[in-house]
């Protein structure tokens, strides 16, 4: 597995760019009816039987923004004043960060874990696999525009809006991207180790802490090594470029922008690549 893990690298090195992207998405466009199907399917499901239904998708995001609201804001006394000075809101900047951090959580647990539990149905009916983590990044952008709704009305009513927020669903499209691409990787790894599924809990929470989300970037202004390794932190600059536009009101970088788009689809095309390589054969293994 490893020498095939190997050749699948190389042969990234010499593919197209974006060549990968590309085919996906036409592979997926093609079932574009089973990937809605599976999508709708999980929705239904996921708050049934549930009193509380659908709130619970509002009431899970906001108590954790409470209690990071509570202990960074409150307790740490953490400070960041909007473009305009004119409020010091430490939740909204919170709530910014966790919006696109959630996002990016729900579609690589979700997809990692979405080949084994179509596992039952792949073995039944034949269907393109991808179609399985393509259903359940839907379901996750489905909650993140409900919390960047919920994002720019308190923002709407602090006074605190501008022109710049309009590239927040742009933004939400390219973590969808890098999520995804990510996500179609660790899925079928997953398959055939899953082990793979602990690791990732672990550097996923690694992850958390190393993007400036639960504290201002100021916190580590002074240390240059620590800087430079969340720097090198792709979800920090989609953080980053989401404060911007929605809570500093003010345009990323073209250059930020550039770089963004460059990783979502490298990602991308590269997380295709050995999904192709390897998950012809996973309802076998499963």
Same mark, same amino acid.
């Given at each position: 597995?490893?020498e095939?893990a190997?050749?699948?690298?190389?042969?990234?090195?010499?593919?197209?760019?974006?060549?990968?992207?590309?085919?996906?998405?036409?592979?997926?466009?093609?079932?574009?009816?089973?990937?809605?199907?599976?999508?709708?399917?999980?929705?239904?499901?996921?708050?049934?039987?549930?009193?509380?239904?659908?709130?619970w998708?509002?009431?899970?995001?906001?108590?954790?923004?409470?209690? /990071?609201?509570?202990?960074?804001?409150?307790?740490?006394?953490?400070?960041?004043?909007?473009?305009?000075?004119?409020?010091?809101?430490?939740?909204?900047?919170?709530?910014?960060?966790?919006?696109?951090?959630?996002?990016?959580?729900?579609?690589?647990?979700?997809?990692?874990?979405?080949?084994?539990?179509?596992?039952p149905?792949?073995?039944?009916?034949?269907?393109?696999?991808?179609?399985?983590?393509?259903?359940?990044? %839907?379901?996750?952008?489905?909650?993140?525009?409900?919390?960047?709704?919920?994002?720019?009305?308190?923002?709407?009513?602090?006074?605190?809006?501008?022109?710049?927020?309009?590239?927040?669903?742009?933004?939400?499209?390219?973590?969808?991207?890098?999520?995804?691409? %990510?996500?179609?990787?660790?899925?079928?790894?997953?398959v055939?180790?899953?082990?793979?599924? /602990?690791?990732?809990?672990v550097?996923?929470?690694?992850?958390? /802490?190393?993007?400036?989300?639960?504290?201002?970037?100021?916190?580590?202004a002074?240390?240059?090594?620590?800087?430079?390794?969340?720097?090198?932190?792709?979800?920090?600059?989609?953080?980053?470029?989401?404060?911007?536009?929605? /809570?500093w009101?003010?345009?990323?970088?073209?250059?930020?922008?550039?770089?963004?788009?460059?990783?979502?689809?490298?990602?991308?095309t590269?997380?295709?690549?050995?999904?192709?390589?390897?998950?012809?054969?996973?309802?076998?293994?499963?």
């Amino acid at each position: 597995m490893l020498e095939s893990a190997a050749a699948t690298l190389r042969n990234f090195g010499r593919a197209q760019p974006f060549a990968g992207a590309v085919s996906l998405v036409n592979d997926l466009w093609t079932y574009r009816g089973l990937v809605g199907n599976l999508a709708q399917r999980e929705l239904k499901s996921r708050y049934k039987r549930s009193v509380l239904g659908w709130l619970w998708s509002l009431l899970n995001p906001a108590a954790t923004l409470a209690t /990071y609201a509570v202990v960074f804001g409150v307790l740490f006394n953490a400070k960041v004043t909007t473009v305009k000075g004119e409020f010091n809101n430490f939740t909204m900047y919170l709530f910014a960060g966790l919006v696109i951090w959630n996002f990016f959580s729900a579609v690589v647990n979700g997809s990692m874990t979405s080949l084994i539990a179509a596992g039952p149905l792949l073995k039944k009916v034949c269907f393109p696999p991808e179609c399985a983590p393509a259903a359940n990044m %839907i379901v996750a952008m489905s909650q993140a525009l409900i919390e960047s709704m919920i994002l720019i009305l308190v923002m709407a009513i602090l006074g605190n809006l501008g022109w710049a927020m309009l590239l927040l669903p742009i933004l939400l499209a390219l973590v969808a991207i890098f999520a995804f691409g %990510i996500g179609l990787a660790l899925s079928v790894a997953n398959v055939y180790l899953r082990d793979i599924a /602990y690791l990732v809990a672990v550097l996923m929470n690694l992850m958390f /802490y190393a993007t400036p989300i639960v504290y201002p970037e100021s916190v580590i202004a002074h240390h240059p090594a620590i800087k430079q390794l969340v720097n090198l932190n792709p979800m920090h600059q989609f953080v980053k470029a989401t404060r911007d536009a929605v /809570y500093w009101l003010r345009m990323p970088s073209a250059f930020s922008m550039g770089v963004l788009v460059l990783i979502s689809f490298a990602s991308l095309t590269l997380g295709w690549i050995i999904f192709r390589r390897f998950g012809d054969d996973v309802s076998e293994v499963l």
